[in-house]
């Protein structure tokens, strides 16, 4: 079984600020880990994610998340935010199986103040 | 990259009839596609996992006479809404994974818009 945990429905930071949201998982293997955005009526784009290796990992938009296993963490971080980075953020894990499904996390919505 | 699209973006339907949603790999061989309902603020629920060539397997408290899912190719998958009903409207969303990429990423379709009236 898996799960994740998505602290905090909604963040608010001022454009230019650091971007963290946080996102803790609990998996009974190894898990693969991801982040999502996604904007109004669209569908979700990949930021980046976590299989194996180095813990952190960098993607898109300047995006950039660590894999904590001691914390069964894997924050999502930008060091400035953007005005285009205001939208939904999911954080996903993929369990053991064959299919590997996809377990998201409810989501935080990021605003961006001007 | 790998892409998916669906088709329509978005329908309206009356009360009753159904209505078919298209999922297609563009340029890569979807050997499982998955099949997710989202409602306003909310997550995505997995509501099937569609293997092609097979049955699909649904989520526990999915209607599969309802939502009945066809994956006749490994470039197509439709979900097909039965005889729906107001409370049937959502957005739905479908994935699909490349076999080829050892992550087993899934690519996500741009997501389909569904109106009961």
């Known amino acids: 079984a898996q799960s994740v945990t998505q602290l905090g429905s909604h963040v608010s930071v001022s454009e230019g600020a650091l971007v963290l949201l946080r996102c803790n998982y609990s998996s009974s293997v190894p898990p693969y880990l991801f982040w999502y955005v996604q904007y109004p009526n669209q569908g979700l784009q990949l930021l980046l994610k976590?299989?194996?290796?180095?813990?952190l990992v960098k993607g898109i938009n300047g995006f950039e998340a660590e894999f904590k296993k001691s914390e069964t963490s894997f924050h999502l971080t930008k060091p400035s935010a953007h005005m285009s980075d205001a939208a939904e953020y999911f954080c996903?894990?993929?369990?053991?199986?064959?299919?590997?499904?996809?377990?998201f996390g409810s989501g935080t919505q990021l605003t961006v103040l001007p | 990259g790998a892409v998916v699209s669906q088709h329509p973006s978005w329908v309206i339907c009356k009360s009753g009839t159904s209505v078919k949603i298209e999922c297609r790999s563009l340029d890569f061989q979807a050997t499982t596609m998955f099949w997710y309902r989202q409602f306003p603020k909310q997550s995505l629920m997995l509501m099937a996992t569609?293997?092609?060539?097979?049955?699909?397997?649904?989520e526990q408290g999915v209607e599969k006479d309802k939502f009945l899912i066809n994956h006749a190719s490994l470039t197509l998958s439709t979900l097909t809404v039965t005889s729906a009903h107001p409370e049937d409207s959502s957005f739905y969303i479908c994935?699909?994974?490349?076999?080829?990429?050892?992550?087993?990423?899934?690519?996500f379709g741009p997501g389909t818009r569904l109106t009961v009236t």
């Open positions: 996903a894990v993929s369990g053991g199986g064959s299919a590997r499904q996809l377990t």
């Open positions: 569609s293997n092609e060539g097979s049955k699909a397997t649904y």
């Open positions: 976590y299989t194996t290796g180095a813990t």
């Open positions: 994935s699909a994974r490349d076999p080829g990429g050892g992550s087993y990423e899934q690519y």
